[in-house]
């Protein structure tokens, strides 16, 4: 079998008593399995950072107390922030308070074990000090036991829809105004 084996080795010299070099005394080991299990490690990592800034979306992996652990490139184009930024933060800091409450119980179903995932529309403050209304998609990823490891969610921006749908609600309650008034 020709193929290159990892081999360490590390020896010492064996004087004798007037401090002359008599024989190196040494041991080697082969390393060759857990250098692969290294390569093919390195090699997942890789191609785990290339989906994770390559997907479509903004997405991030948040602590189980809601700080970021992880973010992509899209998450921080949407919201405004730099990693370091995010990092600095938890999602419930930057959640408007107004939708805290129902984001909250959604995940706390989640890391109970009674959903396996969530849905929630809710508005993030971005670095630029406005709300931007965001559809979050979250899942949890668990250790081998089961017990709740971190969260991973991916964020879909549904500013324009939403501003859309208030300024369409906004007309509807103007002519509703107009009918009533008009009709006395």
Not at 2 to 17: K, L
Not at 31 to 43: D, P
Not at 140 to 145: G, N, Y
């Amino acid at each position: 079998d020709m193929s290159v084996r990892w081999i360490s080795s590390r020896s010492t010299v064996v004087h004798d008593s007037a401090g002359r070099p008599i024989k190196v005394v040494g041991i080697s080991m082969d390393n060759t399995a857990r250098k692969l299990v290294e390569e093919e490690l390195r090699n997942s990592e890789e191609r785990f950072r290339s989906i994770f800034e390559l997907t479509g979306g903004a997405l991030a992996f948040i602590q189980l107390d809601g700080r970021w652990q992880r973010v992509n490139d899209s998450l921080c184009e949407l919201l405004g922030y730099t990693p370091q930024e995010l990092g600095a933060l938890s999602f419930q800091e930057i959640t408007h308070p107004d939708d805290l409450a129902r984001n909250l119980s959604m995940l706390n179903q989640l890391l109970a074990g009674s959903i396996n995932r969530y849905v929630v529309d809710k508005r993030i403050l971005c670095s630029d000090g406005s709300y931007r209304w965001v559809r979050v998609k979250t899942s949890i990823q668990r250790t081998l036991d089961g017990s709740p490891e971190y969260l991973i969610s991916v964020y879909e921006d549904i500013n324009a829809d939403k501003v859309e749908l208030q300024e369409l609600q906004g007309r509807i309650k103007d002519l509703e105004a107009k009918l009533v008034g008009s009709s006395i």
